[in-house]
């Protein structure tokens, strides 16, 4: 039920930011790495989904880091994705057995990358359904950008729906203003706190009308959490 995270590791800045924005419009966390020594450090306190892996690295290249991380104990299961320049290495990584889980060639469209990761997680017995997160009875789909409570059809506004989105995947966590603003609205937008106040009221008031807002809960001098559990 959780969002994935995905490891983008690129050393050409904008392609790399590129794919993020990419990834990020389709709801994926995302982490990002301009090379191998760095993609490593992030391995180290954190378990991505999926890496996205760049062929053509600086000194550690992306077909030799995968022979690593396959041969390696912790990390065997990790899903990979190889990205390949036109033409450049397509017919290599054919012939060898990398132990990558698929590759992609560049230029590629948004819709073909994501439908390889998709497939890779399908794949990987990490999910059944990406475009569904659901809770208890509360089902919203991502692809549809609708909710439905109870089996029937909620009308919502999109902060609405990102909001419910980031809460139904972080359950039981208390979250303040400023990581809801972040989470939700982002880093880069200027709102005033009092703002997520609003929305959640909004959020509140539809989940009312099933019943539901008892699951979303103020936690007096920290901020908001979404639980079934009552403390
Ligand atoms: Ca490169």
Known sequence: MSQFTILVV?????????LVMVLQQYDFNVLEAGDVAQAQLILED?????????WMLPKVTGDEWTRRLKSSDNFRDLPIILVTA?????DKIRGLDLGADDYVTKPFSPKELISRIKAV???????????QIKFQDIVLDTTQH???IANS??????????LLSFFLTHPDKVYNRTQL?????GRSVYIEERTVDVHIRRLRKILAKYQREEWLQTVRGFGYRFSEKNS
Request: some cysteine.
């Open 46 to 54: 954190t378990l991505p989904d999926l890496i996205l892996l760049d």
């Open 10 to 18: 690129e050393d050409e800045e904008a392609i790399r930011s590129m």
């Open 86 to 90: 036109k033409g450049e290495e397509t």
């Open 121 to 131: 997680l399908r794949r990987s017995g990490k999910i059944h359904d990406l475009t």
């Open 181 to 185: 603003l972040d989470q939700v609205w």
């Open 153 to 162: 059809e909620v009308e919502i506004s999109p902060t609405e729906f990102r």
């Open 146 to 148: 609708c909710v439905s």
